[in-house]
């Protein structure tokens, strides 16, 4: 039994393992620039600040790190991207093993996320969505560990209040987990007395109020400009009566087209299907609550507030589908279906980075076809025409500023659009288009 159990683990490794080299490579050579998200956090990144125009500071700050130890070497931020996600595998299969007690269950909620499309087709443009990944599952995993003593540990309830302010940090979208495991245990406590409450449980919040508070002041000083955004992306400005049921509609359609390969691949692997539940069940009331809660609360609000829901805001909610699930109709999952699983799991794992090499380069009018190293060293030719000293600062939006931030060998710092007064602190500078080039 060790001697499978080691096998088991072997076989998982060796997945993560290609799964990361796959999705590393594929990109690297078909691509000819960064994806406009990447670019957009590599300026944010040269410049940073506890928070930015559109998002939190997080993924800046990791990408900054990625670019003083890479540069620019746009295979780094792929790797990036897919490290975030294998690592991001590894707690769920951690996860997994506590809930279902079978190391082979285990593998396969992990195996069934391939069927979803945002971990792996489109985690080549590391971004906020990509960043939350890993915040969300460690989130949820030591939020487990604590759902699961009686007397919550200090250890646990800190590193929950790290990893969930790590998550809002990313995105603010993080916030509905953040609900959705707080109802959970309200409910246990409050309502079915089934848990008594400790001060440990406040540790998290506090935890996660303080390190909240440099992001916070950053938005008293900036006029919650991220905020902004974020309603405004969503639509809310210009609801009207009928989007409060169209947005709704529209959203659940969309997960329904989405979730698709990953109810076929689950459909090989029970050939039958019977749900079984009792909510007494406390495993089943935890992945309830992570799993559908948080998209019943965004849904909800859509229906509320008249909200859009984009598609790719919804990344991180599916990490956990897999050991729903598995759980769920673990019943009628045997070994006679696991060929055919296999088979729909292999079809699909190599199709998805076949199906994006294809797109990469046989469409030409994408983002990633940007010419941006080459437009860099033609600024740079033209500005050493005219100046000896350094490009140290560019203006302009992210895209067209960013690509210079990034691949100018100086490493200029992004300082926003182009705004005359910035111009006037400047030693000098050129403008070019859509872009500014000084040094400060």
């Known amino acids: 039994m060790v001697i499978y159990k080691k096998q088991i683990k072997i076989f998982f490794y060796i997945f993560l393992v290609i799964h990361l080299i796959l999705w590393t490579l594929t990109p690297s050579l078909t691509n000819n620039n960064l994806p406009l998200d990447t670019i957009e956090a590599l300026a944010w990144g040269s410049n940073l600040d ?15 790190i990625f ?15 897919q490290i975030f996600i294998v690592f991001s595998f590894f707690i769920i ?13 285990a593998f396969i909620s992990v195996l069934l996320l391939e069927g979803i499309y945002f971990y792996n087709f489109t985690t080549p443009e590391f971004n906020v969505n990509v960043c939350q990944i890993p915040f969300w599952a460690l989130t949820v995993y030591y939020s487990w560990k604590i759902f699961n003593q009686k007397i919550p540990r200090f250890k646990d309830c800190v590193i929950v209040g790290i990893f969930a302010v790590g998550g809002l940090l990313s995105k603010y979208l993080f916030i509905y987990l953040l609900i959705a495991i707080d109802i959970l245990f309200i409910y246990l406590i409050v309502f079915k007395k089934e848990k008594k ?38 639509g809310i400005d210009s609801s009207t009566f009928l989007d409060h049921l169209i947005y709704p509609l529209i959203f659940f359609l969309k997960q329904v087209g989405i979730l698709i390969p990953f109810f076929v691949m689950l459909y090989f692997l029970t050939k039958k299907i019977k749900i079984n539940y009792n ?4 495993k089943l009331l935890f992945l309830l609550a ?15 507030m008249g909200s859009k829901i984009r598609t790719m805001w919804m990344t991180p909610f599916y990490l956990f589908f897999g050991t729903l699930l598995v759980y769920v109709f673990q019943k009628y999952i045997v070994k006679q279906n696991y060929k055919s699983f296999i088979t729909s799991f292999l ?21 990633t076809d940007y010419p941006g190293k080459q437009i860099a060293n033609k600024v740079q030719l033209r500005w050493n025409e005219e100046f000896k000293d350094p490009i140290n600062i560019v203006l ?8 210079l931030s990034y691949h100018l060998k100086t490493r200029p710092v992004w300082d926003g659009e182009i705004d005359q007064n910035k111009l006037d602190t400047y030693n000098y500078y050129i403008c070019i288009d859509r872009i500014c080039l000084g040094n400060k």
């Open 290 to 304: 992570i799993n559908i809660l948080p998209i019943l609360l965004i849904l909800f609000t859509s229906m509320i």
């Open 279 to 282: 909510l007494k069940d406390k």
């Open 396 to 403: 302009g939006n992210e895209w067209n500023a960013g690509n």
């Open 347 to 367: 079809i699909l794992f190599l199709l998805s980075p076949i199906t994006y090499a294809y797109i990469s380069i046989t469409e030409n009018d994408k983002r």
């Open 197 to 234: 409450f400790h001060f440990n449980y406040l540790i998290s919040l506090e935890v996660f109020l303080v390190l909240l508070i440099p992001h916070i002041i950053w938005l008293f000083n900036n006029e919650f400009i991220t905020i902004t955004y974020g309603l405004a992306r969503s």
């Open 50 to 64: 506890w928070g930015f125009n559109k998002h939190p500071p997080m993924s800046a700050f990791i990408v900054e």
């Open 93 to 105: 299969f951690q996860f997994s093993k506590e809930i279902l007690n079978n190391e082979i269950l």
């Open 67 to 81: 670019y003083q130890i890479f540069g620019s070497n746009d295979w780094a931020y792929y790797l990036l991207s």
